[in-house]
């Protein structure tokens, strides 16, 4: 069994930074690609950046130069540092993880946090 768990979100000013974290833990060979998504009250969930087992990033228009994704492949865990945050960045982030839960398996399967809740707000 495969639990992905985030951690980070809270109530923050316009301007401020957060860091969210998120690790992957249980029945784990290995992890592929990770990435952050959101969802804000009334949207669908979009992606809001990636990144690749050996460290290639990708980001939404929307955060680039203001979010930087990376991970900890000792500890399975990915990281979103979140700066000059914007109230449009209010959302539940969701982390995304795409596991190989054993070796006699060949491909990679998505597992779903239950996300952390961001709010930027005066």
């Known amino acids: 069994q495969v639990q992905v768990v985030e951690s980070g979100g809270s109530l923050v000013q316009p301007g401020r930074s957060l860091r969210l974290s998120c690790t992957a833990s249980g029945s784990i060979f290995s992890i592929n690609n990770m990435a952050w998504y959101r969802q804000a009250p009334g949207k669908e969930r979009e992606f809001v950046a990636g990144?690749?087992?050996?460290?290639?990033?990708n980001y939404a228009d929307s955060v680039k130069g203001r979010f930087t994704i990376s991970r900890d492949n000792a500890k399975d865990t990915v990281y979103l540092q979140m700066n000059s945050l914007k109230p449009e960045d209010t959302a539940l982030y969701y982390c995304?993880?795409?596991?190989?839960?054993?070796?006699?398996?060949?491909?990679?399967?998505?597992?779903w946090g239950q996300g952390t809740q961001v709010t930027v707000s005066s």
């Open positions: 990144i690749t087992s050996g460290g290639g990033t």
């Open positions: 995304n993880a795409q596991i190989r839960v054993r070796a006699s398996e060949y491909s990679f399967s998505p597992f």
